[in-house]
Antibody, heavy 113, light 110 residues
Framework: EVQLVESGGGLVQPGGSLRLSCAAS????????MSWVRQAPGKGLEWVST????????FYADPVKGRFTASRDNSKNTLYLQMNSLRGEDTALYHC??????WGKGTTVTVSS | QSVLTQPPSASGTPGQRVTISCSGS????????VNWFQHLPGTAPKLLIY???QRPSGVPDRFSGSKSGTSASLAISGLQSEDEADYYC???????????FGTGTKVTVL
């Protein structure tokens, strides 16, 4: 069974940093591009980032470009999202996804002083 | 601000057919496949349609997708109460060099 479990969310002050993790199981992790998608309170789904299966290609939405970095450790079947210079508008539930047939339930990030 | 536009809401009575549109441009829907997702806020989204008109195994054939030019559509036939959810289209955008989601459509079963 394919499983994706996010962790690492929490409350952080504006300007702070967080690193999200997504533990994958039930499939050959390195064979799949993986993405992060977020949903802010009361808003729709917003694509954040995609990383290729080998990790040599990364893509970012304009609002997070230069602040967020996606990476993966295929030996640990884990996807990461390093989030720096966090802003209030980054407050959201963050999902990881195996493009696009499987999703995790998400981890909540709250940016507030 | 999404580049894929959907109607904010759609509704129907049980058994009816509901269609949701997704309007884009030549850089996204016009040149790439469209995926459709069903989502209940706070839960994991579910892939309903991929490559514009393909259904993953386990998705009922009541759900169908189509694409024409720079627009795509999701149809739900034989509407059921469990179909009440938010629905999103998604596509790769060549100009943005990234994925884009639609604005989302809330389906209500009356």
């Amino acid at each position: 069974e394919v499983q994706l479990v996010e962790s690492g969310g929490g409350l952080v002050q504006p300007g702070g940093s967080l690193r999200l993790s997504c533990a994958a199981s039930g499939f050959t992790f390195s064979n799949y591009d993986m993405s992060w998608v977020r949903q802010a309170p009361g808003k729709g789904l917003e694509w954040v980032s995609t990383i290729t299966g080998s990790g040599d290609g990364t893509f970012y939405a304009d609002p997070v470009k230069g602040r967020f970095t996606a990476s993966r450790d295929n030996s640990k079947n884990t996807l990461y999202l390093q989030m720096n210079s966090l802003r209030g508008e980054d407050t959201a539930l963050y999902h990881c996804a195996r493009n696009w047939g499987a999703w995790g339930k998400g981890t909540t990030v709250t940016v507030s002083s | 601000q999404s580049v894929l536009t959907q109607p904010p809401s759609a509704s129907g009575t049980p058994g009816q057919r509901v269609t949701i549109s997704c309007s884009g441009s030549s850089s996204n829907i016009g040149s790439n496949n469209v995926n459709w997702f069903q989502h209940l806020p706070g839960t994991a989204p579910k892939l309903l349609i991929y490559r514009s008109n393909q259904r993953p195994s386990g998705v009922p054939d009541r759900f169908s997708g189509s694409k024409s030019g720079t627009s795509a559509s999701l149809a739900i036939s034989g509407l059921q109460s469990e179909d009440e959810a938010d629905y999103y289209c998604e596509a790769w955008d060549d100009s943005l060099n990234g994925n884009v989601f639609g604005t989302g459509t809330k389906v209500t079963v009356l």
